[in-house]
T-cell receptor, first 110, second 111 residues
Framework: DAKTTQPPSMDCAEGRAANLPCNHS???????VYWYRQIHSQGPQYIIH???NNETNEMASLIITEDRKSSTLILPHATLRDTAVYYC???????????FGTGTRLKVLA | EAGVAQSPRYKIIEKRQSVAFWCNPI?????LYWYQQILGQGPKLLIQ????????DSQLPKDRFSAERLKGVDSTLKIQPAKLEDSAVYLC?????????FGPGTRLLVL
């Protein structure tokens, strides 16, 4: 079973920040949180990952709560091309196995 | 750097036929994954290789699915015989350690 919980869908206005939440209350101390997105008819694309500190790259920012039980992926200025399904996943402890849930379907509106 | 390559991109077969998918991972990536993604669902792990050894195949329907990774590089996934419920996108991913990089997938339709 997926170890993360995400809302099934969200809308965001073009040019605004998109904030995608994820709950991972059973995460262990040394497990990373990974975010991927999947645009229609393509394979999932890596976005960002983090352990306990906030992370930022050219695509997004990742905010992880102090207790590590939840995180938020932030797309600072959403564009129409950011319309996709976003997956938050945690590695199964002691392995390099990842269990995908159903993700959040983000729709960016013009 | 070249990405993960998969072929074919699309395949249509009739039930009870056989089909094979091919994956070429990113050079140097020791770990290779095959996922099945049914429409509307997230990817489901079928099998994980570390070099040419199987690490996890607990979700692989072994009565009809098989996979191999010869010489720790390319991999093939085979279905024999196919069933209607095997219609899905089959994704291959590779990883040096941790972050996975996915190929474009093979879309299979079983009629």
């Amino acid at each position: 079973d997926a170890k993360t919980t995400q809302p099934p869908s969200m809308d965001c206005a073009e040019g605004r920040a998109a904030n995608l939440p994820c709950n991972h209350s059973t995460i262990s101390g040394n497990e990373y949180v990974y975010w991927y997105r999947q645009i229609h008819s393509q394979g999932p694309q890596y976005i960002i990952h983090g352990l306990k500190n906030n992370e930022t790259n050219e695509m997004a920012s990742l905010i992880i709560t102090e207790d590590r039980k939840s995180s938020t992926l932030i797309l600072p200025h959403a564009t129409l091309r950011d319309t996709a399904v976003y997956y938050c996943i945690v590695r199964v402890k002691g392995t390099y196995k990842y269990i995908f849930g159903t993700g959040t379907r983000l729709k960016v509106l013009a | 750097e070249a990405g993960v390559a998969q072929s074919p991109r699309y395949k249509i077969i009739e039930k009870r036929q056989s089909v094979a998918f091919w994956c070429n991972p990113i050079s140097g990536h020791a770990t290779l994954y095959w996922y099945q993604q049914i429409l509307g669902q997230g990817p489901k792990l079928l099998i994980q290789f570390q070099n040419n050894g199987v690490v996890d195949d607990s979700q692989l329907p072994k009565d009809r699915f098989s996979a191999e990774r010869l010489k720790g590089v390319d991999s093939t996934l085979k279905i024999q015989p196919a069933k209607l419920e095997d219609s899905a996108v089959y994704l291959c991913a590779s990883s040096p350690l941790g972050t996975q990089y996915f190929g474009p997938g093979t879309r299979l339709l079983v009629l």
